[in-house]
């Protein structure tokens, strides 16, 4: 009676022991499971990081090209481009419009000087 004992107590202490294990295992199947999806959406920001980095590299390269052909300080055009790149687009077709339009009447006002006889006194 004692060996029976024994072997109920083994397989009672077996028990007790297996089913925390048990849950534990499962507890680590759901943390490894909710692990791999925090790496997958930092891999998928990663890559969207990286994209927007690159677009603000060739709005600032743009817009430093720019500044460089129409006589303005291009490290700062560079700069502004690089930190707000929508914006300093919109700036920069404003100023570039503006320019054309001075510009524009610059000749005008040549062509009327050229085109307007002269009195003599």
């Given at each position: 009676?004692?060996?029976?004992?024994?072997?109920?107590?083994?397989?009672?202490?077996?028990?007790?022991?297996?089913?925390?294990?048990?849950?534990?295992?499962?507890?680590?199947?759901?943390?490894l499971d909710e692990?791999?999806?925090?790496?997958?959406?930092?891999?998928?920001?990663?890559?969207?990081?990286?994209?927007?980095?690159?677009?603000?590299?060739?709005?600032?390269?743009?817009?430093?090209?720019?500044?460089?052909?129409?006589?303005?300080?291009?490290?700062?055009?560079?700069?502004?481009g690089a930190l707000?790149?929508?914006?300093?687009?919109?700036?920069?077709?404003?100023?570039?419009?503006?320019?054309?339009?001075?510009?524009?009447?610059?000749?005008?006002?040549?062509?009327k000087e050229r085109?307007?006889?002269?009195?003599?006194?």
């Open positions: 009676m004692k060996t029976f004992r024994q072997i109920l107590a083994g397989l009672m202490l077996a028990l007790a022991v297996a089913a925390p294990v048990e849950a534990l295992a499962q507890s680590d199947a759901s943390r692990l791999e999806r925090r790496v997958a959406r930092a891999e998928h920001r990663s890559v969207d990081r990286s994209a927007m980095a690159f677009a603000a590299f060739v709005c600032a390269a743009f817009c430093a090209l720019w500044a460089q052909q129409t006589g303005r300080n291009a490290t700062l055009w560079f700069l502004l707000f790149t929508v914006f300093t687009l919109l700036v920069l077709l404003r100023k570039n419009s503006d320019d054309k339009k001075a510009t524009e009447r610059t000749m005008r006002d040549k062509a085109d307007t006889p002269k009195v003599q006194s």
